[in-house]
């Protein structure tokens, strides 16, 4: 028995040293892009990293709520079971090269009773059986292949989901703030103009003025009261979405976005910019979710493989020792050994039809790649070119809003003096606040642009980043689950 063991163990290594792999060999495709970005780079970029670039908005408020968001996603915690899963299949898909052995056992007491008398008898048995599918063709390893590509790809969707995932608080809590002084610009016309507004309905009642003048001041407050109402509104729905990202208690959330004096609302944060590799490709490869795409090709590479190693023979070992008997001093052996080899003779064209969706598959893949690489470049380029009109908007925007402002306090001067008309004053006080509205907005869009160029290139991400798991009980179960099994498999293979 020993001897044909070691006859059948030498057959598997001498197949096995023989066996390849069917299909392609996959190889990544390089990424189309010019050779340099044509909008302009940021002038006044500061060295700061990507990965560091949250610190230098020095926002303790921002930093808490970033912290909060990633602590209790459940977008992260999405992104962290899909790994999980792809873990699982990738210890399952390693299980499937190596051999199975399976033992069973049995134990039976029967009586028989006749004329003569009553007979008993016992009847032990026990088996033990292995077998073996031996890869010759690849398919084992291109199906493993396959599934480790995959582990990777959600490995860079986690990684993508905290890039989005830190942008999108980061842009509403912008918003936040800009909304915040935005409301108080419109809150303090319409107090200043209900003032007016009242002064003129005295003045129109003692006969110094004209009730058309007092009907433009009323409609002018009015009018500031509805938008400084709107504009609020705004604040309280963008309150809502930090919610939604954060997990936080609204009530512990508006204590955050107070300012500590309580007073005026805080400014807008001024971060320090950030330097672009002028190589768009180098940029590009920090991109997670270009790297995913990438690895679901190599994925969709490796199941042609699989799809081609169907359409040839397999061959497998199979093994079985059993004893049996009626007692445990008289078990009696037998053992058996034996192969198995498996051809497609006809199946109407089913494996081919296979091989051909594989390799449509793979198709779809590449195209999705190239697609995805196209809209990061566009997505950097529109960055690009959004801050550089903001940045050189910014200093027309301050000097329109401080020239609107003096010039209208010089009108309201003379109006009250009686050397300017209503009218006058009107256009004054519109110009003036659109002038400031202007100077917020502006201010507010070159953040907003910051953080959209953050996430156009990868936020700091490098290739090989682990992905760390979500706070939650359950995910870390099925994370540890997943990691022992994946142990298990490794130490196996």
Not at 62 to 85: F, V, Y
Request: one cysteine or more.
């Amino acid at each position: 028995m020993a001897c044909a063991f070691r006859n059948v163990a030498a057959l598997a290594a001498a197949l096995a040293l023989a066996a390849c792999a069917v299909g392609p060999d996959y190889r990544a495709p390089a990424a189309d892009a010019a050779a340099h970005w044509a909008a302009p780079l940021p002038d006044r970029a500061g060295g700061t990293s990507l990965l560091d670039w949250w610190d230098r908005f020095d926002d303790p408020v921002l930093t808490g709520l970033l912290h909060a968001a990633e602590t209790d996603s459940p977008s992260l915690a999405q992104a962290w079971a899909s790994i999980a899963k792809a873990r699982a299949t990738l210890a399952q898909d390693r299980a499937d090269r190596l051999p199975t052995v399976t033992a069973g056992g049995s134990a039976q007491r029967a009586k028989q009773s006749a004329l003569g008398g009553v007979a008993t008898g016992n009847s032990l048995s026990g088996t033990l059986d292995a077998s073996w599918e031996l890869d010759v063709f690849g398919k084992l390893r291109r199906t493993q292949d396959a599934a480790e590509a995959r582990v990777e790809a959600r490995t860079d969707d986690w990684h993508d989901a905290r890039v989005s995932l830190a942008a999108e608080v980061a842009d509403d809590y912008v918003q936040y703030r800009a909304c915040r002084l935005l409301a108080r610009a419109y809150a303090g016309e319409a107090a200043s103009q209900a003032g007016t507004a009242r002064a003129t309905a005295t003045s129109v009642r003692a006969g110094f003025t004209s009730p058309g003048n007092g009907s433009l001041a009323e409609a002018s407050a009015a009018s500031l009261r509805a938008s400084a109402i709107e504009q609020q509104a705004e604040c309280d729905v963008l309150v809502k979405a930090l919610v939604a990202l954060t997990g936080l208690a609204e009530a512990d959330l508006r204590r955050r976005l107070e300012p500590a004096s309580g007073g005026s609302p805080a400014p807008l944060p001024a971060p320090e910019g950030f330097a672009v590799d002028r190589v768009p490709a180098a940029a590009l490869a920090q991109r997670p979710d270009l790297a995913s795409l990438e690895r679901e090709l190599a994925a969709a590479s490796a199941e042609i493989g699989v799809a081609e190693a169907d359409r040839y023979p397999s061959l497998s070992f199979s093994g079985e020792i059993a004893r049996s008997g009626t007692a445990l001093g008289s078990l009696m052996s037998t053992w058996l050994l034996g192969s198995s080899l498996t051809a497609p003779l006809f199946d109407a064209g089913k494996r081919a039809a296979a091989a051909d969706s594989a390799r449509a598959a793979y198709d779809y893949q590449l195209a999705a790649y190239r697609d995805g690489v196209r809209t990061a470049i566009r997505e950097v380029e529109q960055a690009l070119v959004r801050l550089d009109a903001a940045t050189r908007r910014t200093g027309d925007a301050r000097t329109a809003a401080e020239g609107y402002r003096s010039y209208f306090e010089a009108i309201d001067r003379n109006w009250r003096a009686g050397g300017a008309s209503l009218l006058d004053r009107e256009e004054a006080l519109r110009n003036a606040l659109n002038a400031e509205i202007s100077l917020i907005t502006v201010q507010r869009d070159q953040i907003e642009y910051w953080i959209a160029l953050y996430k156009a290139l990868g936020g700091g991400w490098q290739a090989g980043t682990p992905a760390r798991a979500p706070v939650g009980t359950a995910a870390k179960t099925a994370a540890g689950a997943a990691a022992a099994n994946n142990r298990k498999s490794g130490d196996a293979s």
